[in-house]
Nanobody
Framework: QVQLVESGGGLVQAGGSLTLSCQASGSIFSYKTMNWYRQVPGKQREMVADITRGGSTDYAASVKGRFTISRDYAKNTMYLRMNSLKPEDTAVYYC?????????WGHGTQVTVSS
């Protein structure tokens, strides 16, 4: 059973920064790819960034150049550093992985960016 717990969300002014963390219950080296998603009410959940076991990363066009995804294997934690935040980044952010052909999600952490 995989458990993912996000933290680090909060309220920040536009232009500010936040770092989200996703603590996994087991070794994240087991997970081929880990992702950050976000969702606003009434809209579909969208992929923000992903990182492979080998360290390759990919980002949604809307966050490229502002967000950085990383993994710390020693801490079994994935991070999302968010800089130059915009009001449109306001959402609940979720971490995700797929292991054993099963999707696992955290409970989400709210990020609110005020203008």
């Amino acid at each position: 059973q995989v458990q993912l717990v996000e933290s680090g969300g909060g309220l920040v002014q536009a232009g500010g920064s936040l770092t989200l963390s996703c603590q996994a219950s087991g070794s994240i080296f087991s997970y081929k790819t880990m992702n950050w998603y976000r969702q606003v009410p009434g809209k579909q959940r969208e992929m923000v960034a992903d990182i492979t076991r080998g360290g390759s990363t990919d980002y949604a066009a809307s966050v490229k150049g502002r967000f950085t995804i990383s993994r710390d294997y020693a801490k079994n934690t994935m991070y999302l550093r968010m800089n130059s935040l915009k009001p449109e980044d306001t959402a609940v952010y979720y971490c995700h992985t797929n292991w054993g052909q099963v999707d696992y999600w955290g409970h989400g952490t709210q990020v609110t960016v005020s203008s």
